[in-house]
């Protein structure tokens, strides 16, 4: 009885992570001037991460990445609200008001210690330029070769948490890109990931410039390498949280 019991809990978090996952992208599109390459590992087999790419017209994508709050089955459907709550707004573009839409359907939900950090990354190929809000999530990074390596900017936290406090207001930043930039976002899953000295991926130098040295692969061979990197680095050679990377670079 023990057996089927567990056979059966089994097979229902098995359900539930195939409902989560049918949340995300089933394939990458593919776009004219961005090339994405994506890394998604669950801890378990329902994640918190979750991410998605939308192309609004042929110049214009926006970029998803978040992390809920926790894990579990509470997790994935919070992860699901923030997901499809984008998906059907009509103005992608107006990336406050999307903000704003997160943060009221998850309050909605009523589950008091549930909240979510979400990247939101419009990408524009003829105005060369990204405009963004970072409520909370680790900073991406934008490298642009130079003559003598590649340059590395951060898009920092301009928002708090979204869905758990108020938010009287939403600031978007803009930054400028050029041919062959590289944007690459994580999760924590990557910069917490600690070696046998207890020290961060993220706060090591080595980090950063392990990325530039595979910053000019295929974005899908950039994330590979990244979560290979973190294996690596970390002392039990394993993830300790859910772990999801997207890559997108801009086509020369």
Do not use: H
């Not at 984008?86 to 309050?107: H, Q, S, T, W």
């Not at 409520?135 to 990074?141: F, L, V, W």
Request: proline content about 3%; overall charge negative; hydrophobic content about 45%.
């Amino acid at each position: 009885s023990q057996l089927l019991y567990y056979s059966e809990l089994a097979q229902e978090w098995q359900m539930v992570a195939n409902t989560q996952r049918a949340f995300l992208p089933r394939s990458i599109p593919l776009l004219n001037q961005l090339e994405i390459g994506v890394y998604f590992k669950p801890l378990v087999n329902v994640s918190g991460d979750y991410y998605d790419i939308i192309p609004i017209n042929e110049e214009k994508t926006l970029i998803i990445t978040g992390d809920v709050s926790g894990k579990g089955l509470a997790a994935a459907l919070v992860m699901g609200v923030v997901i499809n709550t984008i998906r059907i707004m009509e103005n992608k573009e107006d990336l406050a008001g999307l903000i704003f839409a997160v943060d009221e359907a998850i309050k909605r939900m009523n589950l008091l210690d549930k909240y979510t950090v979400v990247f939101l990354g419009l990408i524009d190929t003829k105005a060369m330029t990204i405009r963004y809000v970072n409520a909370s999530m680790e900073a991406p990074m934008i490298l642009t070769q130079a003559a003598e390596g590649y340059k590395v900017k951060t898009l920092d936290s301009n928002c708090s948490l979204v869905g758990i406090i108020d938010i009287d207001s939403v600031s978007v930043a803009e930054k400028p890109l050029y041919r062959n930039d590289l944007l690459l976002i994580t999760t924590d899953g990557i910069p917490e990931i600690t070696n046998e000295e207890g020290v961060e991926l993220g706060s090591n130098e080595v980090y950063v410039e392990s990325i530039k040295s595979f910053a000019s692969s295929e974005a899908s061979v950039i994330v590979e390498k990244t979560a290979n990197f973190g294996l690596n680095y970390s002392a039990a050679k394993a993830f300790r949280d859910d772990t999801t990377i997207l890559a997108v670079k801009l086509k020369g």
